[in-house]
């Protein structure tokens, strides 16, 4: 029985395991974008593996719903992840991770103001709060750049 693994972050990935038997630790990178077969073994010891690292976030690469999570890694077994599962899961990942970062700025900018009307300094609300970013090492048009402002109002609440 084979396991594959495929990154789906832009990032190297080492994905380590160790061996049933014998306790050995096995480590294998994948580069972005990629996949490796990391073992071929039992049932046993694909399953012992998997179920290790599902904690950790693997996800069955049939059973991607990108509408939900970002997916780091993906397995298949007996058979390579396909490349169009891969693609796609980079581009959705994209996604997640730029709302993400919108609601951790959100946050941010309401932690802020609520311990500034806390703090006792006379400060009443409606403060604004800009964020942007120019184009980073990977300058392609492809590339995401962030341009948005926060504003507070007097009653604490936010708007986007």
């Known amino acids: ?11 190297r990935q080492i994905f380590a395991y160790r061996k049933l038997e014998t306790g050995r630790l096995i480590q294998i990178p994948i580069n972005h974008g990629d996949q490796m077969m990391v073992l071929d073994g039992s049932t046993e010891e694909v399953d012992a593996v998997v179920q290790h690292h599902q904690v950790y976030g693997l996800v ?3 059973k ?24 796609k899961t980079i581009r959705d ?3 997640h991770l730029a709302i993400g970062a919108h609601n951790r700025r959100q946050a ?3 932690a802020l103001d609520s311990s500034l009307r806390d703090s006792g300094t006379g400060y009443s609300g409606e403060m604004e709060v800009s964020a942007e970013q ?3 090492r990977e300058e392609n048009e492809d590339t995401p750049t962030v ?14």
């Open 1 to 11: 029985m084979k396991l594959f693994i495929a990154n789906t972050t832009k990032q």
């Open 60 to 62: 069955d690469s049939t």
């Open 64 to 87: 991607i719903d990108q509408s939900q999570v970002f997916v780091g890694l993906c397995y298949s077994i007996n058979k390579p992840v396909s490349a169009s599962v891969i693609e």
């Open 93 to 95: 990942n994209d996604a």
């Open 108 to 110: 941010s900018v309401a």
């Open 134 to 136: 120019a184009k980073g």
């Open 147 to 160: 341009n948005e402002t926060i504003v507070t109002e007097k009653s604490g609440s936010k708007k986007k």
